[in-house]
């Protein structure tokens, strides 16, 4: 694709949907989405009117962590395809004017990687070894892990060779082995890797625990906690300076290509400033706006969180991305039903409060519309369109989240985010194939959330998205300017950019709506007598 020098950057406005290729369209039926299936639904992807398609990984894996664990970063997983359907899937997405961004997954391979293999057939010392973060032990026989981290995953960061004194370093599962990006043999595959997928005409690479390639050399004890925290997440194996030199060679590799590639950082640093730091001109161009996904159902606390990122991202001349759920996250639309929405839960089980659902829903409609009426680029997770909720009552044998089995079922995990989409309200697996096979079941409640039964509804959700991403389109709303409109009330945000005025009614009460016409609206009855209904959102505009 051509560059055009007169205007920004795609990236700067993008609105980026992601694909979660397990779980998009399983096309051959074995119950695992693969290629073939997002073929298939290119021109609903187009028709969506979106700009560009995020893929969690297809490579070749033996899916211990849902193929973010790669054992091949130059070939497809059969389960999901081969080379030559990524290049017909890449192409069919190019035509309809659609980008391709893959994730690349660098801190960590599978252990199934040759690399690995290697390492583990090799002695101590070796260079074999030292692709990797091998240690000795500590205690008598080295019968003790290096030090005291945890991985994200639960359990002890060390697995112990057996019948060695040395340990491996694995920051999530056993099965994840930690690269040494120390070393300047990993530094050169990976220059090699990004060369390959952007020779076969990608556009971009999403950069998975992009904040956790550098640990610091003595790889100190550390009781911190794993997750993101106050104050920024800074224990010895995250968000270190070194890292940062990674994204510059990277951003050399890339305008090798011309200068229409990009980096997204899938970086759980806080606060916005720390995160900036990923796409400072020499380095990444986007980063995930986590803050933003974290935020709680309070105008304050979004409108803080909107000024800061759009400060912050613009103080290094990036754009702010603008992201609600993904993979990794309980959807939000069954998040904002819960007591308090702002709480990230690890998945929800029977056992936990369960979402209201309709609530969720409503609240999810609005939200969308305060983050599509932002500049900058938004990320959806395939099925939000919808409005999918989670499979919040999934049963414990279908659990497959490392997370889970490696905390005893204590963390929840991801699976319920995760789960097969509904294309077809009567029909086996609600059309994820033909089959009815699904490796997650999904709840009966996907029925009513079908795509098929949307397309034919004009107040649908999925109708809703794609209204508003063609009017976000028609004003140019992201590369626009945001303007705060005073509310006399603390529950309701209003927000002028170009010519579109947003009203949002986080509260319960209606508000009066300003001067202008009603474009879009976030509920049937979301507008009576003037008047803005709660959980509500409506865009204006002027006459
Ligand atoms: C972040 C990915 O989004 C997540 O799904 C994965 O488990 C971890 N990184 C480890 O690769």
């Given at each position: 694709?051509?560059?055009?020098?007169?205007?920004?950057?795609?990236?700067?406005?993008?609105?980026?949907?992601?694909?979660?290729?397990?779980?998009?369209?399983?096309?051959?039926?074995?119950?695992?989405?693969?290629?073939?299936?997002?073929?298939?639904?290119?021109?609903?992807?187009?028709?969506?009117?979106?700009?560009?398609?995020?893929?969690?990984?297809?490579?070749?894996?033996?899916?211990?962590?849902?193929?973010?664990?790669v054992?091949?970063?130059?070939?497809?997983?059969?389960?999901?395809?081969?080379?030559?359907?990524?290049?017909?899937?890449?192409?069919?997405?190019?035509?309809?004017?659609?980008?391709i961004?893959?994730?690349?997954?660098?801190?960590?391979?599978?252990?199934e990687?040759?690399?690995?293999?290697?390492?583990l057939?090799?002695?101590?010392g070796?260079?074999?070894?030292?692709?990797?973060?091998?240690?000795?032990?500590?205690?008598?026989?080295?019968?003790?892990?290096?030090?005291?981290?945890?991985?994200v995953?639960?359990?002890?960061?060390?697995t112990?060779?057996?019948?060695?004194?040395?340990w491996?370093?694995?920051?999530?599962?056993?099965?994840?082995?930690?690269?040494?990006?120390?070393?300047?043999?990993?530094?050169?595959?990976?220059?090699n890797?990004?060369?390959?997928?952007?020779?076969?005409?990608?556009?971009?690479?999403?950069?998975?625990?992009?904040?956790?390639?550098?640990?610091?050399?003595?790889?100190?004890?550390?009781?911190?906690?794993?997750?993101?925290?106050?104050?920024?997440?800074?224990g010895?194996?995250?968000?270190?300076?070194?890292?940062?030199?990674?994204?510059?060679?990277?951003?050399r590799?890339?305008?090798e290509?011309?200068?229409?590639?990009?980096?997204?950082?899938?970086?759980?640093?806080?606060?916005?400033?720390?995160?900036?730091?990923?796409?400072?001109?020499?380095?990444?161009?986007?980063?995930?706006?986590?803050?933003?996904?974290?935020?709680?159902?309070?105008?304050d606390?979004?409108?803080?969180?909107?000024d800061?990122?759009?400060?912050?991202?613009?103080?290094?001349?990036?754009?702010?991305?603008?992201?609600?759920?993904?993979?990794?996250?309980?959807?939000?639309?069954?998040?904002?039903?819960?007591?308090?929405?702002?709480?990230?839960?690890?998945?929800?089980d029977?056992?936990?409060?369960?979402?209201?659902?309709?609530?969720?829903?409503?609240?999810?409609?609005?939200?969308?519309?305060?983050?599509?009426a932002?500049?900058g680029?938004?990320?959806?997770?395939?099925?939000?369109?919808?409005?999918?909720?989670?499979?919040?009552?999934?049963?414990?044998?279908?659990?497959?989240?490392?997370?889970f089995?490696?905390?005893?079922g204590?963390?929840?995990?991801r699976?319920?985010?995760?789960?097969?989409?509904?294309?077809?309200?009567?029909?086996p697996?609600?059309?994820?194939?033909?089959?009815?096979?699904?490796?997650?079941?999904?709840p009966?409640s996907?029925?009513?959330?079908?795509?098929?039964?949307?397309?034919?509804?004009?107040?649908?959700t999925?109708?809703?998205?794609?209204?508003?991403?063609?009017?976000?389109?028609?004003?140019?709303?992201?590369?626009?300017?945001?303007?705060?409109?005073?509310?006399?009330?603390?529950?309701?945000?209003?927000?002028?950019?170009?010519?579109?005025?947003?009203?949002?009614n986080?509260?319960?009460?209606?508000?009066?709506?300003?001067?202008?016409?009603?474009a879009?609206?976030?509920?049937?009855?979301?507008?009576?007598h003037?008047?803005?209904?709660?959980?509500?959102?409506?865009?204006?505009?002027?006459?």
């Open positions: 694709m051509t560059q055009q020098h007169s205007r920004p950057q795609w990236w700067h406005d993008a609105v980026i949907y992601q694909i979660y290729p397990r779980s998009f369209m399983d096309a051959n039926g074995d119950g695992i989405g693969d290629l073939n299936g997002i073929i298939q639904r290119l021109d609903y992807l187009a028709n969506l009117g979106v700009d560009a398609l995020w893929l969690s990984p297809f490579y070749r894996s033996p899916q211990a962590d849902a193929g973010y664990d054992a091949d970063y130059r070939d497809v997983d059969p389960l999901f395809g081969t080379l030559e359907d990524f290049d017909s899937m890449l192409s069919g997405a190019h035509e309809r004017g659609m980008r961004i893959v994730d690349i997954v660098p801190n960590h391979t599978s252990s990687h040759v690399w690995f293999q290697e390492a057939a090799s002695s101590s070796s260079r074999e070894r030292a692709r990797y973060m091998f240690r000795e032990g500590r205690g008598e026989h080295g019968e003790q892990p290096p030090n005291n981290w945890q991985s995953f639960g359990g002890p960061a060390w112990q060779v057996p019948g060695e004194r040395e491996y370093l694995h920051l999530f599962d056993t099965r994840q082995p930690d690269l040494d990006w120390r070393n300047p043999e990993v530094l050169e595959e990976f220059d890797v990004l060369r390959f997928w952007l020779e076969r005409g990608v556009d971009g690479f999403r950069i998975d625990v992009a904040h956790g390639m550098i640990k610091v050399p003595e790889l100190p004890d550390w009781d911190g906690s794993q997750e993101m925290i106050e104050g920024g997440n800074r010895p194996m995250w968000d270190q300076e070194e890292v940062h030199e990674i994204y510059r060679r990277w951003n590799v890339l305008t290509f011309g200068r229409d590639r990009m980096m997204v950082a899938e970086a759980w640093v806080h606060p916005p400033a720390r995160t900036a730091r990923y796409v400072r001109s020499d380095e990444m161009q986007q980063a995930f706006n986590f803050d933003y996904l974290l935020t709680p159902w309070d105008a606390k979004l409108r803080r969180v909107i800061t990122s759009l400060e912050s991202y613009s103080a290094v001349g990036a754009p702010t991305t603008w992201v609600m759920s993904n993979h990794d996250s309980v959807r939000h639309a069954s998040r904002l039903g819960l007591s308090h929405p702002g709480q990230r839960p690890n998945g929800i029977a056992d936990g409060e369960q979402p209201d659902e309709a609530l969720g829903l409503r609240r999810a409609r609005a939200l969308i519309m305060l983050t599509l932002l500049p680029s938004a990320y959806l997770y395939q099925g939000e369109e919808l409005g999918l909720p989670d499979h919040t009552t999934m049963p414990a044998r279908y659990r497959q989240d490392p997370t089995h490696r905390t005893n204590e963390q929840i995990g699976d319920g985010c995760r789960v097969p989409l509904p294309w077809r309200a009567d029909a697996a609600f059309g994820f194939n033909t089959t009815g096979e699904r490796w997650l079941p999904q009966e996907y029925a009513r959330y079908s795509a098929d039964r949307q397309l034919e509804d004009a107040d649908s999925l109708e809703l998205y794609r209204r508003l991403l063609a009017m976000r389109h028609e004003y140019g709303l992201g590369h626009g300017e945001l303007v705060w409109q005073e509310s006399s009330r603390s529950d309701v945000l209003s927000l002028t950019n170009g010519g579109v005025t947003l009203v949002l986080l509260g319960e009460t209606p508000v009066a709506l300003p001067e202008g016409q009603v879009l609206q976030s509920a049937t009855d979301a507008i009576s003037g008047q803005l209904a709660g959980n509500a959102a409506v865009w204006l505009t002027t006459p």
